[in-house]
């Protein structure tokens, strides 16, 4: 079971990483969300379960939002090539998809507890393999991005991460509010040097 659930991940973070198009770039996102379920419900514990349904309920929020900006773009542009989004609109639903992937502020609210309702193995993936595919959508869109929406969301994350961070006695939501300083910076970098 496990060895699936793996090879679900490394296929859903491929598929995302390696697509042009909107849809594959969706639909490894949905994989991904679908195979790391399991993983943090697996202990049956109720903290665990809330965890999971938690989880489930932000990112297919946002992959439905990420999916609704990319159709909106090609119905107003014809294209659903990843680098080409133009639409206004679209930039802004996007931003905000991704912002609730990563846990950007104000879209944070889920990933201290769910991170705090799982095991630490399955609180590292959570931090690191999970964020991969949205950190590398941001990274193909950000040129396109609303700068100002942009920055003003890392720079309250990098604070915000940091205040809230000294205020734990949990380790696995200092952790999380750690991730999400750091998400802050990783997103004030793609804004003003994408080669760093």
């Not at 119905?75 to 989004?85: F, P, R, S, V, Y």
């Not at 949205?134 to 700068?147: E, G, Q």
């Not at 915000?160 to 750690?178: H, P």
Request: aromatic share 10%; proline share 5%.
């Amino acid at each position: 079971g496990k060895l699936m659930f793996t090879a679900s991940l490394f296929l859903g973070t491929t598929i995302t990483i390696s697509s042009n198009h909107w849809i594959t770039a969706w639909a490894g996102l949905e994989i991904n969300t679908l195979a790391v379920l399991p993983l943090i419900s697996k202990s049956h514990h109720p903290r665990a379960i809330e965890a999971a349904t938690k989880y489930f309920l932000t990112q297919a929020t946002a992959s439905a939002l990420v999916l609704f900006s990319s159709m909106t773009n090609a119905w107003c542009t014809g294209q659903w090539d990843i680098t080409q989004l133009t639409h206004p609109t679209s930039c802004l639903i996007l931003t905000s998809a991704i912002a609730m992937k990563l846990g950007l502020v104000p879209f944070h609210f889920w990933f201290p507890e769910v991170l705090q309702g799982s095991s630490l193995t399955t609180g590292l993936l959570l931090s690191t393999a999970m964020k991969f595919p949205p950190i590398t959508l941001l990274f193909m869109t950000a040129p396109s991005l609303n700068p100002t929406v942009l920055i003003g969301m890392a720079i309250l994350s990098a604070a915000l991460g940091g205040w809230m961070g000294l205020n734990q006695t949990q380790i696995r939501k200092i952790l999380a509010f750690s991730s999400i300083s750091h998400l802050g910076w990783m997103t004030i970098i793609l804004s003003y040097c994408p080669k760093l």
